[in-house]
Protein backbone atom coordinates (compact mmCIF):
# COMPACT_ATOMS: atom_id res chain seq x y z
CA UNK A 1 0.00 0.00 0.00
CA UNK A 2 0.42 3.91 -0.30
CA UNK A 3 1.35 5.48 3.30
CA UNK A 4 2.06 8.43 4.75
CA UNK A 5 5.86 8.13 6.15
CA UNK A 6 7.80 10.38 8.54
CA UNK A 7 11.34 10.87 7.62
CA UNK A 8 12.61 13.25 10.31
CA UNK A 9 11.91 16.79 11.26
CA UNK A 10 9.94 18.79 8.68
CA UNK A 11 9.79 15.88 6.54
CA UNK A 12 7.52 12.86 4.80
CA UNK A 13 6.66 11.42 2.46
CA UNK A 14 4.44 9.16 0.57
CA UNK A 15 5.97 5.75 0.50
CA UNK A 16 5.17 2.00 -0.01
CA UNK A 17 4.66 0.22 3.05
CA UNK A 18 3.44 -3.35 3.46
CA UNK A 19 -0.37 -3.95 4.12
CA UNK A 20 -1.22 -3.95 7.78
CA UNK A 21 -2.22 -7.55 8.55
CA UNK A 22 -4.83 -8.99 11.49
CA UNK A 23 -2.34 -9.61 14.81
CA UNK A 24 -4.55 -10.07 17.68
CA UNK A 25 -8.10 -11.62 16.97
CA UNK A 26 -9.54 -8.59 18.17
CA UNK A 27 -8.26 -6.75 15.54
CA UNK A 28 -9.95 -5.26 12.31
CA UNK A 29 -8.16 -4.02 9.01
CA UNK A 30 -9.72 -0.95 7.16
CA UNK A 31 -9.55 0.88 3.65
CA UNK A 32 -9.17 4.44 4.23
CA UNK A 33 -11.59 6.35 2.48
CA UNK A 34 -11.24 9.91 4.36
CA UNK A 35 -7.80 10.75 6.94
CA UNK A 36 -7.47 14.24 7.86
CA UNK A 37 -4.02 16.00 8.85
CA UNK A 38 -4.50 17.30 12.43
CA UNK A 39 -2.85 20.43 14.29
CA UNK A 40 -1.33 17.90 16.48
CA UNK A 41 0.78 15.91 13.35
CA UNK A 42 2.19 18.94 13.41
CA UNK A 43 4.15 18.48 16.69
CA UNK A 44 5.18 15.15 15.26
CA UNK A 45 6.46 16.66 11.86
CA UNK A 46 8.19 19.21 13.33
CA UNK A 47 9.75 16.60 15.79
CA UNK A 48 8.23 18.01 19.28
CA UNK A 49 7.22 14.65 20.44
CA UNK A 50 9.41 12.01 21.89
CA UNK A 51 10.35 8.96 19.93
CA UNK A 52 8.61 9.73 16.73
CA UNK A 53 10.34 6.94 14.77
CA UNK A 54 11.41 7.11 10.82
CA UNK A 55 8.81 5.17 8.93
CA UNK A 56 6.23 5.17 11.21
CA UNK A 57 2.70 6.57 9.90
CA UNK A 58 0.97 9.43 11.05
CA UNK A 59 -2.58 9.82 11.13
CA UNK A 60 -5.43 9.67 14.02
CA UNK A 61 -8.71 11.17 12.26
CA UNK A 62 -10.13 8.53 9.55
CA UNK A 63 -12.93 7.51 8.19
CA UNK A 64 -12.77 3.58 6.74
CA UNK A 65 -14.49 0.53 5.08
CA UNK A 66 -14.21 -2.87 6.75
CA UNK A 67 -11.52 -4.78 4.77
CA UNK A 68 -11.39 -7.74 6.88
CA UNK A 69 -11.91 -8.61 10.88
CA UNK A 70 -9.84 -10.90 13.21
CA UNK A 71 -12.44 -13.67 14.36
CA UNK A 72 -13.12 -12.19 18.04
CA UNK A 73 -14.42 -9.42 16.62
CA UNK A 74 -18.12 -9.30 16.86
CA UNK A 75 -19.63 -5.66 16.21
CA UNK A 76 -18.48 -5.58 13.05
CA UNK A 77 -18.09 -6.90 9.30
CA UNK A 78 -16.35 -6.96 5.87
CA UNK A 79 -18.01 -3.61 4.20
CA UNK A 80 -19.31 -1.48 7.41
CA UNK A 81 -18.09 1.95 6.83
CA UNK A 82 -17.00 3.30 10.37
CA UNK A 83 -15.42 6.44 12.03
CA UNK A 84 -12.59 5.21 14.75
CA UNK A 85 -11.73 6.96 17.84
CA UNK A 86 -8.15 8.91 18.07
CA UNK A 87 -7.47 7.22 21.25
CA UNK A 88 -6.77 3.25 21.32
CA UNK A 89 -8.72 1.64 24.09
CA UNK A 90 -9.37 -2.07 25.43
CA UNK A 91 -13.00 -0.98 26.77
CA UNK A 92 -12.18 -2.94 29.65
CA UNK A 93 -9.66 -2.23 31.89
CA UNK A 94 -10.49 0.27 34.73
CA UNK A 95 -10.07 3.67 33.17
CA UNK A 96 -12.00 1.81 30.02
CA UNK A 97 -15.37 0.88 32.30
CA UNK A 98 -15.16 4.68 33.80
CA UNK A 99 -15.66 6.35 30.39
CA UNK A 100 -11.52 7.63 30.55
CA UNK A 101 -10.60 5.32 27.02
CA UNK A 102 -7.55 8.25 26.58
CA UNK A 103 -6.15 6.79 29.88
CA UNK A 104 -6.40 2.50 28.54
CA UNK A 105 -3.68 0.76 30.93
CA UNK A 106 -3.53 -2.12 28.05
CA UNK A 107 -3.51 -0.03 24.82
CA UNK A 108 -0.04 1.73 25.80
CA UNK A 109 1.59 -0.54 28.89
CA UNK A 110 4.85 1.21 28.33
CA UNK A 111 3.76 4.13 29.85
CA UNK A 112 1.60 5.58 33.02
CA UNK A 113 0.97 8.92 31.37
CA UNK A 114 -0.89 8.05 28.40
CA UNK A 115 -3.03 5.45 26.11
CA UNK A 116 -2.45 4.25 22.77
CA UNK A 117 -2.80 6.50 20.23
CA UNK A 118 -3.22 6.01 16.53
CA UNK A 119 0.01 7.06 14.39
CA UNK A 120 1.13 9.28 17.33
CA UNK A 121 5.07 8.13 18.10
CA UNK A 122 5.83 5.06 20.21
CA UNK A 123 5.11 7.54 23.20
CA UNK A 124 1.73 6.48 22.63
CA UNK A 125 2.26 3.20 22.01
CA UNK A 126 4.15 3.04 18.30
CA UNK A 127 0.57 2.41 16.56
CA UNK A 128 1.07 2.85 12.35
CA UNK A 129 -1.67 5.84 11.66
CA UNK A 130 -4.65 6.34 9.12
CA UNK A 131 -2.96 8.36 6.40
CA UNK A 132 -2.73 5.63 4.27
CA UNK A 133 -4.81 3.31 2.02
CA UNK A 134 -5.18 0.85 4.81
CA UNK A 135 -4.93 1.28 8.79
CA UNK A 136 -4.88 -1.88 11.63
CA UNK A 137 -7.96 -1.11 14.06
CA UNK A 138 -6.86 -2.79 17.54
CA UNK A 139 -9.68 -3.50 19.82
CA UNK A 140 -11.89 -3.19 16.98
CA UNK A 141 -15.27 -4.02 18.86
CA UNK A 142 -14.38 -1.07 21.03
CA UNK A 143 -13.32 2.01 19.03
CA UNK A 144 -14.99 1.60 16.05
CA UNK A 145 -18.43 3.47 15.48
CA UNK A 146 -20.47 2.51 12.14
CA UNK A 147 -21.58 5.19 10.07
CA UNK A 148 -25.33 5.80 9.15
CA UNK A 149 -26.26 5.00 5.74
CA UNK A 150 -27.91 8.15 5.17
CA UNK A 151 -24.81 9.94 5.96
CA UNK A 152 -21.40 10.48 4.20
CA UNK A 153 -18.13 10.04 5.93
CA UNK A 154 -16.99 13.63 5.64
CA UNK A 155 -19.87 14.49 7.93
CA UNK A 156 -18.89 11.79 10.71
CA UNK A 157 -14.85 12.17 9.65
CA UNK A 158 -14.15 14.79 12.74
CA UNK A 159 -16.30 12.86 15.57
CA UNK A 160 -12.48 10.74 15.63
CA UNK A 161 -10.96 13.59 17.33
CA UNK A 162 -11.94 17.35 17.25
CA UNK A 163 -15.21 17.91 17.37
CA UNK A 164 -15.16 15.66 20.69
CA UNK A 165 -11.99 17.28 21.64
CA UNK A 166 -13.42 20.65 21.69
CA UNK A 167 -16.78 19.35 22.91
CA UNK A 168 -15.00 18.11 26.24
CA UNK A 169 -12.92 21.58 26.27
CA UNK A 170 -15.99 23.58 26.74
CA UNK A 171 -17.69 20.43 28.83
CA UNK A 172 -14.08 20.91 31.64
CA UNK A 173 -14.76 24.73 31.75
CA UNK A 174 -18.36 23.59 33.36
CA UNK A 175 -20.26 25.81 31.68
CA UNK A 176 -23.76 25.92 33.40
CA UNK A 177 -25.73 29.19 31.33
CA UNK A 178 -24.73 32.94 31.03
CA UNK A 179 -20.77 32.34 31.29
CA UNK A 180 -17.86 34.02 29.38
CA UNK A 181 -15.63 31.98 27.99
CA UNK A 182 -12.35 32.95 26.08
CA UNK A 183 -11.06 30.28 23.89
CA UNK A 184 -7.45 30.45 22.81
CA UNK A 185 -6.66 29.11 19.34
CA UNK A 186 -8.85 29.73 16.34
CA UNK A 187 -7.90 26.05 14.46
CA UNK A 188 -10.12 23.29 14.37
CA UNK A 189 -10.24 22.22 18.30
CA UNK A 190 -10.72 25.90 19.07
CA UNK A 191 -13.82 26.88 16.97
CA UNK A 192 -15.50 23.48 18.11
CA UNK A 193 -14.98 24.70 21.63
CA UNK A 194 -16.30 27.94 20.55
CA UNK A 195 -19.02 25.93 19.18
CA UNK A 196 -19.72 23.64 21.81
CA UNK A 197 -19.68 26.63 24.05
CA UNK A 198 -22.84 27.90 22.91
CA UNK A 199 -24.27 24.60 22.59
CA UNK A 200 -23.59 24.64 26.85
CA UNK A 201 -25.23 27.82 27.16
CA UNK A 202 -22.09 30.11 27.25
CA UNK A 203 -23.64 33.65 27.05
CA UNK A 204 -20.30 35.49 25.54
CA UNK A 205 -17.42 33.55 23.31
CA UNK A 206 -14.35 35.44 22.51
CA UNK A 207 -11.56 33.30 20.71
CA UNK A 208 -8.03 34.88 20.57
CA UNK A 209 -5.86 34.07 17.29
CA UNK A 210 -3.03 36.00 15.50
CA UNK A 211 -4.16 34.83 12.08
CA UNK A 212 -6.35 36.69 10.66
CA UNK A 213 -7.76 34.23 8.49
CA UNK A 214 -8.15 31.61 11.18
CA UNK A 215 -10.36 34.86 13.48
CA UNK A 216 -12.81 35.44 10.14
CA UNK A 217 -13.40 31.68 9.83
CA UNK A 218 -13.87 32.17 13.75
CA UNK A 219 -16.32 34.68 13.26
CA UNK A 220 -18.27 33.48 10.68
CA UNK A 221 -18.59 29.89 11.57
CA UNK A 222 -19.13 29.98 15.24
CA UNK A 223 -20.29 33.82 15.68
CA UNK A 224 -18.42 34.05 18.59
CA UNK A 225 -16.44 37.56 19.14
CA UNK A 226 -12.01 37.99 18.19
CA UNK A 227 -8.76 39.55 19.82
CA UNK A 228 -5.45 39.03 17.60
CA UNK A 229 -3.56 38.82 20.65
CA UNK A 230 -0.18 40.47 17.95
CA UNK A 231 -3.18 43.98 18.01
CA UNK A 232 -2.91 44.51 21.40
CA UNK A 233 -0.49 45.40 23.93
CA UNK A 234 -0.82 43.28 26.78
CA UNK A 235 -3.45 40.19 25.69
CA UNK A 236 -4.06 39.25 29.16
CA UNK A 237 -4.91 42.69 30.15
CA UNK A 238 -7.22 43.46 27.36
CA UNK A 239 -9.34 40.16 27.89
CA UNK A 240 -9.56 41.44 31.67
CA UNK A 241 -10.90 44.53 30.42
CA UNK A 242 -13.07 43.54 27.95
CA UNK A 243 -14.44 41.23 30.44
CA UNK A 244 -15.85 43.84 32.82
CA UNK A 245 -12.29 44.38 34.22
CA UNK A 246 -12.35 40.44 36.77
CA UNK A 247 -11.72 38.48 33.70
CA UNK A 248 -13.82 35.42 32.40
CA UNK A 249 -15.11 32.81 33.76
CA UNK A 250 -13.95 30.27 31.43
CA UNK A 251 -10.47 30.12 29.91
CA UNK A 252 -9.43 27.32 27.21
CA UNK A 253 -6.26 26.16 25.59
CA UNK A 254 -6.70 25.48 22.29
CA UNK A 255 -3.28 25.76 21.14
CA UNK A 256 -0.40 23.69 23.65
CA UNK A 257 3.23 23.37 22.99
CA UNK A 258 3.41 25.58 20.40
CA UNK A 259 1.68 28.38 20.88
CA UNK A 260 3.47 31.97 19.67
CA UNK A 261 3.37 35.22 21.87
CA UNK A 262 6.27 34.51 24.24
CA UNK A 263 9.80 34.70 23.15
CA UNK A 264 11.56 33.28 26.62
CA UNK A 265 9.02 30.04 26.14
CA UNK A 266 9.76 29.81 22.33
CA UNK A 267 13.46 29.80 23.23
CA UNK A 268 13.18 27.21 26.35
CA UNK A 269 10.55 25.29 24.62
CA UNK A 270 10.80 24.72 21.14
CA UNK A 271 14.55 25.63 20.66
CA UNK A 272 16.71 24.44 23.50
CA UNK A 273 13.99 21.85 24.51
CA UNK A 274 14.32 22.85 28.47
CA UNK A 275 10.24 22.80 28.84
CA UNK A 276 7.83 20.65 27.27
CA UNK A 277 7.07 22.96 24.30
CA UNK A 278 6.09 26.81 25.00
CA UNK A 279 3.38 26.75 27.44
CA UNK A 280 2.63 30.48 26.75
CA UNK A 281 -0.87 29.81 26.82
CA UNK A 282 -1.38 28.15 29.88
CA UNK A 283 -0.27 31.05 31.86
CA UNK A 284 -2.64 33.52 29.42
CA UNK A 285 -5.22 31.04 31.07
CA UNK A 286 -4.29 31.38 34.41
CA UNK A 287 -3.51 35.39 34.37
CA UNK A 288 -6.33 35.96 32.42
CA UNK A 289 -9.48 33.96 34.06
CA UNK A 290 -11.11 35.46 36.62
CA UNK A 291 -10.70 34.22 40.42
CA UNK A 292 -12.07 31.21 40.95
CA UNK A 293 -12.57 30.53 37.65
CA UNK A 294 -12.18 27.64 35.37
CA UNK A 295 -9.15 26.43 32.91
CA UNK A 296 -9.68 24.12 30.55
CA UNK A 297 -6.49 22.35 28.67
CA UNK A 298 -7.01 20.36 25.45
CA UNK A 299 -3.69 21.63 23.80
CA UNK A 300 -1.39 19.12 23.28
CA UNK A 301 1.81 18.83 25.35
CA UNK A 302 4.15 16.07 26.38
CA UNK A 303 4.65 14.65 30.01
CA UNK A 304 7.39 16.16 31.59
CA UNK A 305 7.78 19.58 32.49
CA UNK A 306 6.87 22.73 31.85
CA UNK A 307 6.68 26.34 33.32
CA UNK A 308 3.62 27.18 34.66
CA UNK A 309 2.75 29.66 37.06
CA UNK A 310 1.07 27.28 39.41
CA UNK A 311 1.47 29.95 42.05
CA UNK A 312 -0.64 31.86 40.35
CA UNK A 313 -3.65 29.76 39.72
CA UNK A 314 -3.74 28.19 43.11
CA UNK A 315 -4.16 31.93 45.12
CA UNK A 316 -6.49 32.80 42.40
CA UNK A 317 -8.97 29.30 43.44
CA UNK A 318 -8.82 28.48 40.09
CA UNK A 319 -10.02 24.53 38.69
CA UNK A 320 -7.81 23.44 35.99
CA UNK A 321 -9.17 20.49 34.15
CA UNK A 322 -7.33 18.69 31.21
CA UNK A 323 -7.32 15.43 29.29
CA UNK A 324 -6.55 14.14 26.51
CA UNK A 325 -10.17 13.70 24.69
CA UNK A 326 -11.69 10.88 25.43
CA UNK A 327 -13.08 10.79 22.61
CA UNK A 328 -15.85 7.05 22.36
CA UNK A 329 -18.27 8.57 25.52
CA UNK A 330 -19.25 11.91 23.36
CA UNK A 331 -19.71 9.71 19.86
CA UNK A 332 -23.42 9.04 19.84
CA UNK A 333 -23.97 12.64 21.77
CA UNK A 334 -21.65 14.61 19.10
CA UNK A 335 -23.73 12.57 16.20
CA UNK A 336 -27.18 13.77 16.74
CA UNK A 337 -25.91 17.58 16.89
CA UNK A 338 -24.43 16.79 13.28
CA UNK A 339 -27.51 15.02 12.34
CA UNK A 340 -30.24 17.68 14.16
CA UNK A 341 -28.02 20.13 12.27
CA UNK A 342 -26.57 22.20 15.07
CA UNK A 343 -23.59 21.05 14.19
CA UNK A 344 -22.05 21.49 10.65
CA UNK A 345 -18.41 19.62 11.46
CA UNK A 346 -17.41 19.18 7.53
CA UNK A 347 -17.72 23.07 6.79
CA UNK A 348 -14.21 23.56 8.38
CA UNK A 349 -12.39 21.69 5.81
CA UNK A 350 -10.77 24.22 3.52
CA UNK A 351 -8.67 21.74 1.58
CA UNK A 352 -8.91 17.98 -0.05
CA UNK A 353 -5.77 16.21 -1.60
CA UNK A 354 -5.07 12.82 -3.13
CA UNK A 355 -3.10 10.87 -0.39
CA UNK A 356 -0.12 11.23 -3.04
CA UNK A 357 0.23 14.78 -2.50
CA UNK A 358 0.14 14.84 1.78
CA UNK A 359 3.40 16.59 2.21
CA UNK A 360 2.09 19.42 -0.40
CA UNK A 361 -1.07 19.36 2.00
CA UNK A 362 1.28 19.21 5.62
CA UNK A 363 3.29 22.04 3.91
CA UNK A 364 0.32 24.58 3.26
CA UNK A 365 -1.58 23.43 7.07
CA UNK A 366 1.72 23.71 8.61
CA UNK A 367 2.45 26.97 6.98
CA UNK A 368 -0.85 28.24 7.60
CA UNK A 369 -1.13 29.26 4.20
CA UNK A 370 -3.91 29.55 1.23
CA UNK A 371 -7.06 30.09 4.15
CA UNK A 372 -5.90 26.74 5.16
CA UNK A 373 -8.40 25.41 8.65
CA UNK A 374 -8.61 21.73 7.86
CA UNK A 375 -6.80 19.55 5.64
CA UNK A 376 -8.10 16.06 4.22
CA UNK A 377 -6.64 13.26 2.43
CA UNK A 378 -8.30 10.80 -0.15
CA UNK A 379 -6.50 7.69 -0.04
CA UNK A 380 -8.39 5.91 -2.33
CA UNK A 381 -8.23 8.70 -4.73
ZN1 LIG B 1 -6.30 15.18 15.94
ZN1 LIG C 1 -8.66 0.07 28.62
Known sequence: MRAVVYRGPYDVEVAKKKDPAIEHPADAILQVTRAAICGSDLHLLHGLVPDTRVGSTFGHEFTGIVEEVGPAVRALKKGDRVVVPFNIACGACFYCSRNLTACCENSNPNSDVVGGCFGYSHTTGGYDGGQAQYVRVPYADVGPMKIPDDMEDEQVLFLSDILPTGYQAAEMGEIKGGEVVVVFGAGPVGLFTAKSAWLLGAGRVIVVDHVEYRLDFARRYAGVETVNFKKVDDIVM??????????????????????????????????????????????????????????????????????????????????????????????PHLLKHIREGRIDAKAIITHRFPLRQAKEAYRIFSDKRDGCVKCVLLPQA
Request: net charge positive.
Open 238 to 331: YLKEICGGRGPDVCVDAVGMEAEGSTPHRLLGLKLKMEAGAATVIGWCIDTVRKGGNVSIIGVYGPPWNFVPVGTAMNKGLTLRMNQCNVKRYM
